[in-house]
């Protein structure tokens, strides 16, 4: 009946339109990006951290990384607390992506020491066999440009301070990826927050067992070799070849790791693993 009168469809069609609009894209701009979204403890990147940035799009980095953890319970236990708006006010353009060719970056700040993504970027297969990352070792040769960190802060508004400019001088590209890298949603304390608690007497189900042992000395390798290096003598991490710490000691350590030092939690291991880790460390030797 109404496709007869084309006047009153066109203004029916138009109305619905409208309404579709608004409901899908204009109310979400006014709730999402209010007060109450504001996170106190974000703050914006550094000229190093924002060098570090702008290294990684012209690197293409982000076509295999995502920087974003959906609120999944899979991605919150792969990675850590699941992103939030707030987090990204100080990222133009944003690098959420969709695509994981490599793992999501989002939560990467603070997960390694430096040490580490130093020598990761240079060459990933170093600390991950089977990775297919390609090597960024050209990125310390080339040093950083103080004056045109000062232009991005001119043309973009960048509130950054002349001390932090200056601290540029000697740096190199490769210094500011790893400062971006660091800062990548460490700004909110999820950390702390996710930390589990070992509660009651830790006691090794099965001392010096062979067995467990063996089980230990793959899960070292899969996991502590990186760092510890694959014969205990020590590496980015210190040597482990002379155990010193009792059975309870040595699994709180691994299961917690060590905050701020550089050594991960792998409470997600669960502790049959962890008891398997701890009779490799301090049995190994034994007949
Ligand atoms: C061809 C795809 C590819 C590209 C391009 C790439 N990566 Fe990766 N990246 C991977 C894969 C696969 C892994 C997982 C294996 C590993 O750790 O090396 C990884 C791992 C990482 C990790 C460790 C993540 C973790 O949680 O252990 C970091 C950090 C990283 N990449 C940073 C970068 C940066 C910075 C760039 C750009 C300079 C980059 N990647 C470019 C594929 C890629
Ligand atoms: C990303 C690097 C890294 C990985 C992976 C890693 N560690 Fe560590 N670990 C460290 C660093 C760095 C320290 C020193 C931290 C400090 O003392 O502040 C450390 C300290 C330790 C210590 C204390 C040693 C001492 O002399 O104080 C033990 C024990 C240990 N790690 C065991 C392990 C085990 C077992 C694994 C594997 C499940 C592992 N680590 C994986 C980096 C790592």
């Known amino acids: 009946m109404w496709e007869k009168k084309p006047v009153i469809l066109l203004i ?22 209010t007060e109450a979204d504001r996170i106190t403890s974000v703050t914006p990147y550094t000229p190093l951290q924002q060098d570090g940035r702008d290294v990684y799009i012209r690197e293409g980095c982000n076509n295999c990384h995502s920087q974003t953890v959906r609120p999944l319970v899979a991605e919150v236990l792969r990675y850590g607390d699941y992103s939030k708006s707030g987090e990204f006010v100080y990222d133009r353009p944003f690098l959420w992506g969709s695509r994981r060719t490599g793992p999501d970056l989002a939560r990467i700040g603070g997960k390694y020491p430096d040490a580490w993504h130093y020598k990761h970027m240079a060459d990933p297969q170093s600390m991950v066999p089977r990775s297919n990352m390609p090597d960024y070792d050209f990125l310390t040769e080339a040093e950083i440009d103080p004056e045109y960190s000062r232009k991005k802060m001119e043309t973009l508004g960048f509130p950054f301070t002349e001390a ?8 190199t590209e490769m210094d500011a990826m790893v400062a971006y890298l660091q800062k990548l949603g460490s700004d909110i304390p999820w950390r702390q927050s996710a930390k589990t608690e070992v509660v009651g007497e830790l006691a090794n189900p099965s001392p010096k067992d062979k067995a467990a042992i063996r089980a230990g000395q793959l899960l070292y390798a ?19 070849d002379e155990p010193y710490l ?12 060590i905050e701020d030092g550089g050594m991960p ?23």
Request: proline share 4%.
């Open 222 to 240: 899969d996991n502590c070799a990186m760092c510890h290096a694959e014969d205990l003598t020590g590496d980015i991490g210190p040597a482990l």
């Open 12 to 33: 029916l069609a138009t109305a619905a339109i409208l309404v579709g609009t608004c409901i899908t894209m204009v109310l979400p701009f006014v709730w999402v990006n």
């Open 265 to 287: 939690s792998f409470a997600a291991l669960g502790s049959a693993r962890l008891w398997q880790l701890v009779n490799f460390i301090n049995y190994r030797k034994q007949p």
């Open 246 to 257: 009792d059975d309870a000691d040595l699994f709180r350590l691994i299961h917690d790791g």
């Open 164 to 171: 932090q400019i200056s601290s540029l001088e000697g740096k």
